[in-house]
């Protein structure tokens, strides 16, 4: 399939996205017309940045149909259209304790991006509620799905990518502790990855705080899912 076909089925919400930049290569009002065609709304201006075009879709759509189209948006092929479901997710009145509910099978989608979506749909509800957030998330860090347990750790990251800071976990990243906790030995390569990065953003700030608890899990467990993530968190802090 040359580039142009390809274009072509993305925007036609026929083929998931494989790449990043399949997905920044989406034209999301034309998207939208192909996929929603029921649903008349407005432009989004194509200078947005791509998280920013995701938010005022879904908001084009809470505006004009509710939450109606949230089951047809989060079956739908297209990734780009369930990562929507993510944010029309975040757009509803509801508790975090709902959100999060509505969002766990979207969380463990099959998709890479869906799942990103998912997280930095959420975020900021995680963010302004977070001493409940952190209590909510602490069954999502022992769920049998990899997905799920990383979701816990990337959503409540203290610095993450392509979103806002939470404030309060760079300031006291152990409020978070609990979760990170429970995963300090994971044998997924994807949850340690992230609890690595978590780290690493908190070291960012706490570079002595990160270097006492890495010693103390690895003086605690010998296992080398603990030694990786302990080595990646620590690659930007300087031997004492």
Same mark, same amino acid.
């Given at each position: 399939?040359?580039?142009?076909?390809?274009?072509?089925?993305?925007?036609?919400?026929?083929?998931?996205?494989?790449?990043?930049?399949?997905?920044?290569?989406?034209?999301?009002?034309?998207?939208?017309?192909?996929?929603?065609?029921?649903?008349?709304?407005?432009?989004?201006?194509?200078?947005?940045?791509?998280?920013?075009?995701?938010?005022?879709?879904?908001?084009?759509?809470?505006?004009?149909?509710?939450?109606?189209?949230?089951?047809?948006?989060?079956?739908?092929?297209?990734?780009?259209?369930?990562?929507?479901?993510?944010?029309?997710?975040?757009?509803?009145?509801?508790?975090?304790?709902?959100? =999060?509910? %509505?969002?766990? /099978?979207?969380?463990? &989608?099959?998709?890479?991006?869906? #799942?990103?979506? $998912?997280?930095?749909?959420? @975020?900021?509800?995680?963010?302004?509620?977070?001493?409940?957030? =952190?209590? %909510?998330?602490? /069954?999502?860090?022992? &769920?049998?799905?990899?997905?799920? #347990?990383?979701? $816990?750790?990337?959503?409540? @990251?203290?610095?993450?990518?392509?979103?806002?800071?939470?404030?309060?976990?760079?300031?006291? /990243?152990?409020?978070?502790?609990?979760?990170?906790?429970?995963?300090?030995?994971?044998?997924?390569?994807?949850?340690?990855?992230?609890?690595?990065?978590?780290?690493?953003?908190?070291?960012?700030?706490? /570079?002595?705080?990160?270097?006492?608890?890495?010693?103390?899990?690895?003086?605690?467990?010998?296992?080398?899912?603990?030694?990786?993530?302990?080595?990646?968190?620590?690659?930007?802090?300087?031997?004492?």
């Amino acid at each position: 399939m040359n580039q142009s076909d390809k274009i072509t089925q993305l925007n036609a919400g026929t083929l998931p996205t494989s790449t990043l930049m399949d997905a920044l290569s989406i034209d999301i009002n034309l998207l939208l017309k192909n996929t929603l065609a029921s649903i008349k709304l407005e432009h989004i201006p194509k200078e947005l940045g791509i998280t920013k075009k995701m938010f005022r879709a879904a908001e084009l759509i809470h505006d004009t149909t509710g939450f109606s189209e949230f089951n047809t948006l989060k079956q739908h092929l297209s990734d780009t259209i369930r990562g929507l479901a993510c944010y029309l997710v975040s757009l509803q009145p509801i508790s975090i304790k709902d959100k =999060l509910e %509505l969002i766990y /099978p979207l969380a463990n &989608d099959n998709h890479f991006g869906v #799942r990103e979506w $998912a997280w930095l749909a959420l @975020r900021p509800d995680v963010a302004n509620n977070l001493p409940e957030s =952190l209590m %909510l998330l602490k /069954p999502w860090v022992i &769920d049998s799905n990899e997905n799920i #347990r990383r979701y $816990a750790s990337e959503i409540t @990251r203290p610095r993450g990518v392509w979103c806002s800071h939470i404030k309060e976990l760079r300031k006291e /990243p152990w409020l978070a502790l609990d979760l990170i906790q429970s995963l300090h030995s994971d044998s997924s390569k994807y949850v340690q990855l992230s609890v690595a990065n978590w780290l690493n953003d908190a070291g960012k700030d706490h /570079p002595t705080w990160v270097a006492a608890l890495c010693k103390e899990w690895l003086r605690k467990t010998l296992s080398t899912h603990t030694e990786k993530i302990c080595k990646r968190a620590q690659r930007n802090i300087k031997p004492t």
